[in-house]
């Protein structure tokens, strides 16, 4: 045997212990350093960005994605590349959008749930904003991911990134901050007048969600369509809410709380074929509406006036 033992950083009982084992082919010899918790940790997050940038780049083999970084929170997101921004703006004519922010630990204490509300209260009809797990930049966060184009952006901290970034993933153009700054505000007016609706002032819900529309916001003008039919529809309006259902399903036209709004103005106008219709289609485009109570509670109210009609 060539080893030597002046070579081992270790006390006479290990010296002991390593002569023992070298003695013996079958036993696996132990490590005798102790591993760099920090060298551990440094590496974890390695192979856990690595796996990520593997997961997304697999959605599409045949496109190399780069990676975005905001390392500062406090200046606009920076531009794609040329390649990026292009299958982007493809993905944005041809398909739909799908943006998931990790709600992991780190990120989830650096706010990302206030981003998820925030992108999901200001994204337009082919964007769809859900939760996911951690995206192997931890410490970075909120992390965020565009897909398809598997787009990673990191330090996505406040509400005005967030809408920077979900204009320049849309399709960018001249004006980003203003029009960013609408999309806030308008999502800013509906909350306030959800607020309204809750306290039963409908006027002044109904005025609030007027003046989020007068704003034109890049994104969520179906949301708010939506609900100020609702309103209307509350206050007995039934041709206003009739017209701002069908603002929403033109804009949205895979929206199916819409459905659900014109069917109930089709139902206050006695209209119950159309009302039947609407409940229908809004069934078809999410069944998992059949188990709530309210829904079924609808078409319970729908078969009774079909039933008086007899």
Known sequence: MTFRLRHLKCNVTQKKMWLSIYSNPFVKAPKTTQTNPTRSLRIHNIEAMLWAQSSLHSLSPSRAYPLLHLHDPTRKPPTPTAAAAHSINNDTNTTEIEIRVCTNRTCRRQGSFAIHETLAGISPPNVSVNACGCLGRCGAGPNLVVLPAGVVISHCGTPAIAAAVLIEMCGGGDGGDERGARCLEALALRKRAEVEIEGGRLAEAEALLSKAIDIKPFGALHIIYKTRCYVRLQKDDLCGALEDA?????????????????????????????????YFTALEIDPSIRRSNSFKARLAKLQEKLASTV
């Open 246 to 278: 069908k603002q929403a399903l033109d804009l949205a036209p895979r929206y199916a709380e819409a459905y659900i709004c014109q069917g109930d103005v089709f139902l206050g106008m006695s209209l119950f074929d159309e009302a039947d219709s609407s």
